[in-house]
């Protein structure tokens, strides 16, 4: 009888002892594949956060790279039509006989280029506002973009 119930005794701390150390091993696999499924996602955000940051700079590289050569053609071609004017100019004020002519046709066209110049300095003006604008919206909406990209991982 002692040793019926020594038996039962031992079988039961056993069965114990042995679920213990299931539950022990179950919690170190869960916590190593807990640990790496956190590890993965961190990448991911990681790699996503420095794709978008690139994706802004190459974006913001490639509009100055454009506004440059926008600008070195402006400078090109202010030259060549300064160029043709020192040239062709004299040859056509010889031309001209009329110097009564010759200076309505000045005021006009004077005044056309003042016209016109207001009228460009207006678009660039205009154009530079919505450009900054956007810029500055493009800008300050950037982080509130990444953020919401990365929290909806």
Do not use: E
């Amino acid at each position: 009888m002692i040793r019926s119930c020594w038996r039962g005794y031992l079988a039961q701390l056993t069965y114990q002892f042995d679920i213990v150390d299931i539950i022990i091993v179950q919690s170190i696999f869960h916590r190593r594949a807990a640990h790496r499924f956190h590890t993965a996602m961190l990448f991911n955000k990681h790699t996503q956060a420095a794709t978008a940051i690139q994706s802004a700079w190459r974006t913001y590289n490639c509009t100055m790279t454009y506004l440059h050569s926008i600008a070195d053609i402006l400078i090109v071609q202010s030259m060549v039509r300064r160029w043709i004017a020192m040239v062709f100019v004299p040859l056509y004020q010889g031309a001209v006989h009329n110097n009564g002519a010759l200076m309505i046709q000045t005021t006009f066209w004077a005044h056309s280029a003042c016209l016109r110049a207001d009228r460009m300095i207006a678009s660039i003006v205009i154009q530079s506002t919505l450009r900054g604008f956007q810029c500055y919206t493009d800008y300050i909406s950037l982080p509130w973009t990444i953020l919401r990209l990365f929290n909806g991982l």
